[in-house]
């Protein structure tokens, strides 16, 4: 893919717009041709008014026939209702008379209950007939069903006699109170019926009018506006030559911008990705040298936080255009924030070094003041893949950085130290990666003022076999590879699938890196895979670390995302990094964690005592909750307790403390024994002060947490 300089792509139809002026000013409109734009130009309005008055009456139309419709479906399914109504009716009314015969022949208890049942559906049926028919209708129905209560009380007499074999009472009353209603309901049942049949049919036939008359003038609009179609045809033919170039031209512009970084013009990540996997088969096949650069902006963040993102922007724009003053066959890309790539094709090792020599020294001239570091791999030998070829560049860029900066370093394989990642390195991640369910080990988080487990922070401990010194060997490995979100993703899964071990009372802390947050992190997957471990949101806090938010709004908006879904936020590491602040600005968390570096300093250094004061005062105002990181010994609490931090007032002090003092990350939680000794110890040295009144040491939570100490 070839990059357009900065002036094309801020105008891609540049050159369509030279071309038609240069077609315009070679063909001068001649009579002729203005006669047919006058001619084109009266279809077109004549066209359009077509259009116009076709849509209006069509929705006249529409809205009439809606009505209409609407009203014919209401009377066929009113009748039609009514219909089947009056044929249940009858066929009951005939039933009944049927086992009236019956009983008289052959009396018995199930004709007599099989009559009622006959009975009762049939006043079902004409109690259901008054709430639905018109007045005229329903006013008759209630008579009937007057009359229907009288030759049920009648009928029942009726059985009553036969049963008593007192044949000639029950003639009596069959002859002369019987028939003569079970006549007036029959008459009145059939020739209800047989109108109803005659309504329905008239009513759907009408419904049938109104359709049919609906078509034919759908139908004459249709026609009509058919030719106001074949009018704007017309038009449009007559200038498709002219649409089709624009279309062209846009669907071109739309595809770069798939291609180029909005802000710096150059290629972003995915066309490095594309571009770098074209090149590295086009140089096996010619076996020509490929070398790829890697390079970022020295203390990026530093320059961002001093100046503002403004002034920031303006220097990744600066070292774009540097970049793309290089060798024209060379491609520049920005992969990340300030991260930017290099492909050098056709260019062996040293060649590579003078050119990134030369973009070094341009950059530390025009970037304000700012350096760039450079990390390159040549590719000699043809079995490497892109991914390999990216590492081996990033381990060089990361030689530089740790050599100190602004500088040119080649990748080298015969150095084996931690810098490089080596094939087996990545390989070992990939596999751990998809071993499913990840070790994952709990670390007690302790509430000082009850002396009780407020939490378990889950952690990582994959297993020896994959070669990691630890977890944030694998983590730094992860981010290196860019893959630090998937790590992530599947630790916290792995956590969540033991979260049915954890006590019902406490708390479970997942950690989770800005650069997961700011990687499209999706909120509602998250609550659903929390909700399928049988956990409430407000029993999940998220930790987001102080030492790297790389995208600081991005990740903000996320972490209010998740406040809102009901999920706790936690600052971890705090005081260890120079984000803390800004963000504890611009977001409530409801825990902040000191980092135990800063810990250990405050205990012999009145500066870091200051650290840990000003993180206190501000909790203070924001009423979250402060824990302290890694106490490992017990001048450390003591420390805690001199300091008075854990005895404040609520929504004051250090109320919360986790470290190997206070049990050990382990695969199984804490034994009830170690619970005990661990609580008397705290009892013990963060025992109550007695001079504070009784209501200020009863524990105070955050409010939000407050529901999670009930037991489920």
Same mark, same amino acid.
């Given at each position: 893919m070839t990059i357009q300089p900065a002036s094309s792509a801020r105008n891609p139809f540049a050159h369509l717009t030279a071309k038609r002026a240069f077609t315009d000013s070679a063909n001068p409109e001649t009579p002729p041709r203005g006669a047919r734009v006058?001619?084109?130009?009266?279809?077109?309005?004549?066209?359009?008014v077509?259009? @116009?008055?076709?849509?209006?009456?069509?929705?006249? @139309?529409?809205?009439?026939?809606?009505?209409?419709?609407?009203?014919?479906?209401?009377?066929?399914? !009113?009748?039609?209702?009514?219909?089947?109504?009056?044929?249940?009716?009858?066929?009951?009314?005939?039933?009944?008379?049927?086992?009236?015969?019956?009983?008289?022949?052959?009396?018995?208890?199930?004709?007599?209950? *099989?009559?009622?049942?006959?009975?009762?559906?049939?006043?079902?049926?004409?109690?259901?007939?008054?709430?639905? +028919?018109?007045?005229?209708?329903?006013?008759?129905?209630?008579?009937?069903?007057?009359?229907?209560?009288? $030759? &049920?009380?009648?009928?029942?007499?009726?059985?009553?006699?036969?049963?008593?074999?007192?044949?000639?009472? *029950?003639?009596?009353?069959?002859?002369g109170s019987l028939d003569p209603v079970y006549a007036s309901i029959q008459?009145? @049942? $059939?020739?209800?019926?047989?109108?109803?049949?005659?309504?329905?049919?008239? *009513?759907?036939?009408?419904?049938?009018?109104?359709? &049919?008359?609906?078509?034919?003038?759908?139908?004459?609009?249709?026609?009509?506006?058919?030719?106001?179609?074949?009018?704007?045809?017309?038009?449009?033919?007559?200038?498709?030559?002219?649409?089709?170039?624009?279309?062209?031209?846009?669907?071109?512009?739309?595809?770069?911008?798939?291609? @180029?970084?909005?802000?710096?013009?150059?290629g972003n990540h995915r066309a490095f990705k594309d571009d770098l996997n074209r090149e590295i088969s086009l140089a096996a096949r010619f076996g020509l040298p490929l070398t790829l650069a890697m390079l970022d902006i020295d203390e990026f963040k530093l320059v961002n936080d001093q100046n503002g993102h403004v002034y920031g922007d303006r220097v990744l724009v600066e070292l774009a255009r540097v970049l793309r003053a290089g060798r024209v066959e060379d491609r520049a890309y920005r992969v990340g924030g300030d991260e930017f790539a290099i492909i050098l094709p056709h260019t062996s090792a040293d060649g590579a070094r003078a050119?990134?020599?030369?973009?070094?020294?341009?950059?530390?001239?025009?970037?304000?003041?700012?350096?760039?570091?450079?990390?390159?791999?040549? *590719?000699?030998?043809?079995?490497?893949?892109a991914e390999a070829l990216q590492h081996q560049a990033d381990a060089a860029l990361y030689h530089t950085k740790r050599g100190g900066r602004n500088g040119v370093s080649q990748f080298d394989a015969a150095n084996k130290g931690t810098w490089l990642l080596s094939t087996e390195r990545v390989q070992s991640l990939r596999a751990l990666l998809a071993s499913g369910t990840l070790p994952i080990a709990f670390q007690p988080i302790w509430d000082l003022e009850r002396a009780e487990i407020l939490a378990f922070e889950a952690l990582l401990r994959p297993a020896a076999s994959f070669g990691f010194a630890g977890p944030q060997d694998a983590f730094d490995v992860a981010e290196r590879l860019g893959c630090a979100h998937e790590l992530d993703r599947a630790s916290g899964l792995s956590a969540l699938r033991r979260a049915g071990d954890l006590p019902a009372h406490a708390l479970l802390f997942l950690n989770v890196s800005p650069q997961t947050l700011d990687r499209d992190f999706d909120v509602a997957e998250f609550a659903a895979a929390v909700a399928t471990a049988g956990l409430r949101p407000e029993r999940v806090v998220i930790e987001i670390t102080e030492r790297s938010i790389a995208h600081i709004d991005n990740v903000i908006a996320v972490a209010r995302a998740l406040k809102a879904a009901g999920f706790g936020i936690a600052l971890d590491d705090t005081g260890s990094g120079h984000a803390g602040l800004e963000i504890m600005s611009r977001l409530q968390f409801d825990y902040v964690k000191i980092d135990r570096a800063i810990i250990v300093k405050a205990m012999g250094d009145r500066s870091a005592s200051g650290v840990v004061a000003a993180i206190v005062a501000f909790a203070k105002v924001?009423? +979250?909750?402060?824990?302290? !990181?890694?106490? !490992?010994?017990?001048?450390?609490?003591?420390?805690?307790?001199?300091?008075?931090?854990?005895? +404040?007032?609520?929504?004051?002090?250090?109320?919360?403390?986790?470290?190997?003092?206070?049990?050990?990350?382990?695969?199984?939680?804490?034994?009830?024994?170690?619970?005990?000794?661990?609580?008397?110890?705290?009892?013990?040295?963060?025992?109550?002060?007695?001079?504070?009144?009784?209501?200020?040491?009863?524990?105070?939570?955050?409010?939000?947490?407050?529901?999670?100490?009930?037991?489920?």
């Amino acid at each position: 893919m070839t990059i357009q300089p900065a002036s094309s792509a801020r105008n891609p139809f540049a050159h369509l717009t030279a071309k038609r002026a240069f077609t315009d000013s070679a063909n001068p409109e001649t009579p002729p041709r203005g006669a047919r734009v006058r001619a084109t130009s009266l279809i077109t309005v004549a066209a359009s008014v077509g259009l @116009v008055v076709v849509l209006i009456v069509s929705i006249g @139309v529409a809205l009439f026939a809606s009505t209409a419709t609407s009203a014919a479906e209401d009377r066929a399914d !009113e009748a039609r209702t009514l219909g089947v109504l009056y044929a249940d009716a009858r066929f009951l009314v005939v039933l009944e008379q049927s086992l009236e015969d019956k009983y008289r022949l052959e009396p018995g208890p199930d004709v007599a209950r *099989a009559h009622e049942a006959a009975a009762h559906e049939l006043a079902v049926v004409l109690r259901t007939i008054v709430r639905l +028919a018109p007045p005229a209708n329903a006013a008759e129905a209630l008579r009937l069903l007057e009359l229907h209560k009288h $030759y &049920r009380v009648t009928a029942h007499a009726m059985f009553a006699a036969i049963a008593a074999k007192d044949l000639a009472r *029950a003639q009596a009353i069959d002859h002369g109170s019987l028939d003569p209603v079970y006549a007036s309901i029959q008459d009145a @049942v $059939y020739q209800r019926a047989t109108q109803q049949g005659r309504l329905a049919g008239a *009513a759907f036939e009408s419904l049938n009018v109104v359709q &049919r008359s609906a078509v034919r003038v759908e139908f004459a609009l249709s026609v009509l506006g058919l030719a106001c179609v074949l009018g704007l045809l017309f038009v449009i033919y007559a200038y498709r030559s002219r649409l089709v170039a624009s279309h062209e031209a846009e669907v071109r512009r739309l595809e770069e911008a798939m291609f @180029v970084d909005s802000l710096t013009t150059v290629g972003n990540h995915r066309a490095f990705k594309d571009d770098l996997n074209r090149e590295i088969s086009l140089a096996a096949r010619f076996g020509l040298p490929l070398t790829l650069a890697m390079l970022d902006i020295d203390e990026f963040k530093l320059v961002n936080d001093q100046n503002g993102h403004v002034y920031g922007d303006r220097v990744l724009v600066e070292l774009a255009r540097v970049l793309r003053a290089g060798r024209v066959e060379d491609r520049a890309y920005r992969v990340g924030g300030d991260e930017f790539a290099i492909i050098l094709p056709h260019t062996s090792a040293d060649g590579a070094r003078a050119v990134l020599e030369r973009i070094r020294l341009a950059a530390s001239t025009t970037l304000h003041g700012s350096t760039v570091s450079i990390g390159f791999s040549t *590719a000699d030998a043809f079995d490497i893949t892109a991914e390999a070829l990216q590492h081996q560049a990033d381990a060089a860029l990361y030689h530089t950085k740790r050599g100190g900066r602004n500088g040119v370093s080649q990748f080298d394989a015969a150095n084996k130290g931690t810098w490089l990642l080596s094939t087996e390195r990545v390989q070992s991640l990939r596999a751990l990666l998809a071993s499913g369910t990840l070790p994952i080990a709990f670390q007690p988080i302790w509430d000082l003022e009850r002396a009780e487990i407020l939490a378990f922070e889950a952690l990582l401990r994959p297993a020896a076999s994959f070669g990691f010194a630890g977890p944030q060997d694998a983590f730094d490995v992860a981010e290196r590879l860019g893959c630090a979100h998937e790590l992530d993703r599947a630790s916290g899964l792995s956590a969540l699938r033991r979260a049915g071990d954890l006590p019902a009372h406490a708390l479970l802390f997942l950690n989770v890196s800005p650069q997961t947050l700011d990687r499209d992190f999706d909120v509602a997957e998250f609550a659903a895979a929390v909700a399928t471990a049988g956990l409430r949101p407000e029993r999940v806090v998220i930790e987001i670390t102080e030492r790297s938010i790389a995208h600081i709004d991005n990740v903000i908006a996320v972490a209010r995302a998740l406040k809102a879904a009901g999920f706790g936020i936690a600052l971890d590491d705090t005081g260890s990094g120079h984000a803390g602040l800004e963000i504890m600005s611009r977001l409530q968390f409801d825990y902040v964690k000191i980092d135990r570096a800063i810990i250990v300093k405050a205990m012999g250094d009145r500066s870091a005592s200051g650290v840990v004061a000003a993180i206190v005062a501000f909790a203070k105002v924001t009423g +979250a909750y402060v824990i302290a !990181e890694g106490i !490992e010994d017990i001048p450390m609490l003591d420390f805690i307790d001199r300091s008075k931090c854990a005895r +404040a007032p609520v929504g004051r002090g250090i109320r919360g403390a986790q470290g190997y003092l206070l049990n050990r990350p382990s695969e199984t939680l804490p034994a009830p024994g170690d619970v005990l000794d661990v609580s008397a110890l705290l009892r013990e040295h963060l025992s109550p002060d007695a001079s504070r009144p009784r209501w200020l040491v009863r524990s105070s939570l955050p409010v939000r947490s407050r529901s999670t100490f009930v037991k489920e």
